[in-house]
């Protein structure tokens, strides 16, 4: 909603500034827009003890069994470093294993354990259940849309 358009406040409350330019911005609603995601995320992720980057590291494991901690960087747009300690929680956790690359003996490969295999699909459950509730004001087709330019930033 336009910000010229916004109703009175209410008693006690401030008035609304004029945020006409910046909701102009990209940059700007992805960050409004993610925020609102970002608190969904965290609340709804707090029982299986996962923040995004644990989750994204496990989904990808999940669906690419054997990754390299290489193409894990490359794929979210991380330093190793910030791998390397993630890998040791999540491996200290029972969730993931390291194992011997089929092709590349200098590599070490991901694996899901047992354990971790049953948290990430409930994990992804319910991420998908609260990216639904997060975009309900969006029918599918806008949410599909949504998606396919954001990825045209960034892909």
């Not at 300690?85 to 092709?103: C, N, Q």
Request: charged share 25%; with cysteine.
């Amino acid at each position: 909603m336009p910000s010229s358009a916004k109703s009175a406040p209410a008693k006690g409350q401030p008035d609304p500034l004029d945020a006409r330019m910046l909701e102009g911005l990209v940059g700007y609603n992805a960050r409004r827009a993610w925020l609102i995601v970002s608190d969904f995320f965290a609340e709804r992720m707090a029982p299986y003890g996962l923040k995004q980057i644990d989750f994204s590291v496990l989904s990808l494991l999940a669906h690419n069994p054997g990754a390299t901690s290489r193409q894990l960087c490359n794929t979210l747009d991380i330093l190793p470093p910030n791998l390397v300690s993630l890998v040791v929680t999540l491996d200290s956790r029972g969730l993931i294993e390291r194992r011997p690359h089929p092709h590349d003996g200098r590599a070490v490969g991901l694996h899901l354990t047992p354990a971790g295999e049953t948290l990430v699909r409930e994990a992804e459950q319910a991420v998908v259940q609260l990216e639904a509730d997060a975009s309900a004001r969006l029918s599918a087709r806008e949410r599909e849309t949504l998606i396919k330019l954001l990825q045209k930033i960034y892909l």
